[in-house]
């Protein structure tokens, strides 16, 4: 394992919301499964790099046991120094190879394998998916990321380019630096037809936005192979897996129904033939599949009925001329029920709300249905089985969540109640390491005067309680 090219470029991980059993469990719920509740399950995460995404797990939900395994030995050494200093008996770290996962290792409610299907040989696609069979409890589900044809034609295109431009270089640090200096110079020739230059701009900047590790092993790997989802259910499918659905909410719908057309040209137009020609539509570059047992049963849509189990979030905002807007557009509010609604969800953000929350502002229980079924169809909402406990307001001696407090002193993103990860600057770094539950904040300002090159504690003290607001606002602080 000593020549393993992660240890060479170390890859640097990110707590990853759509990972959590949350989110996953909450996909499985609208199946129609019965999944394992998150604040008591097992979870394995294969390629778990230097722990970044279980460790909040594992500080979040300490019932829970959490499992990661690395080839690595470099990440899996640097998730026990990060794990350490936190205490954590509900968690453990394994520098071994996937293929040796067996029944020591017990079985799990929730296995998490985020970009490795693609970069590894057959053999250990093969072993990956066996081990999901292997050790996935009765009602257990498998998250599995992987690069997805036809919209990963693109980005092998710009990987052809990358690896021709860097072919001389040996150093990885060479190569990522042409690489970049490629993307670059493409983006900003200016030579291109305004449909070639709209999809340059989209995919090259999302290649420059990666970090080192990023681009060196996800674009520049020997291995790198995407595949048709209609190929990776087949693979599942030999290995005793079946379809749950997508980890994203919005894209197991077809809300606008522009799938009928094409489903009459085809022989069997039943949900994975859907699924695949919605990839068709849609260009998909990139799937996060949920994978369960073949036996269980599992519905053939999601089913709103199944919302009063739930929580809902939401990234919007009400504008003044009546529309909705959030990550994917915007929209024309209809009633006076969807402006609550989604005032209320954006209000919260990013803590979800449950549905007995949301009830009152509906007309009845059904109205609410209709109401979140459409802002899950149009991406403006997520869905969750957990609802994350935190501080919603700043109490007399405020204080930050004890993993966000460790994480500040390393580095300027921490984690935050919902499992994603929130930048600080370096005032906001010393707010948040100071709030131990044991100052006012009027102490908190006068322990902020002696940082060095601090202003003056009057100003301190003037704008603290706005930082501390944003805090709240953003899952930071607990009771």
Known sequence: MSDNPYNTVPYSTLPQQQTHPARIGAIAALMGMQPTRV?????LEIGCGNGANLIPMAVALPQSEFVGVDLAEDAIAAAHQAAAPLGLTNIRFVAGDLRDIDETYGEFDYIIAHGVYSWVPDAIRDALLAACRSRLSASGVAFISYNAYPGAHVLQMFRGMMLYHSRHEEEPANRIERSRWLMKYLLESNVLSLGWAGLLQEVGQTILERNSGGIYHDDLSDINVPCYFRDFIGHARRHGLQFVGESEASVNYDHKNL???????????????????MDFLRLRRFRQTLLCREEVAVATEPDSRYFDELQFSADVRVLEDGRLEGRTGSCTIVNDSVRGIAEALSGMHPRPLGFDELTPL??????????????????????????YPCERTVSAKPRALRLA?????????????????????????????????????????????VTPQHPPVEEIAEHLPTSLGWMAKHALLEG
């Not at 407090?405 to 921490?414: G, K, N």
């Open 405 to 449: 407090r460790y994480q500040a002193t390393q580095s300027e993103c921490v984690t935050n109640a919902c499992h994603i990860p929130v930048k600080l600057d370096e005032v906001g770094r010393c707010i948040l390491y100071l709030l131990d539950g044991s100052r006012t904040v009027t102490e908190v300002a006068r322990a902020l005067a």
């Open 39 to 43: 604040t008591q399950c097992r979870t």
């Open 362 to 387: 509906a007309a009845d229980s059904d109205a609410l249905r209709e109401i979140l079924l459409g802002m899950l169809q149009a991406g403006f909402a997520d869905v969750h089985i957990f609802d």
């Open 259 to 277: 799938l009928a057309a094409a489903m009459q040209q085809v022989q069997e137009a039943d949900r994975l033939e859907r699924e695949q020609y």
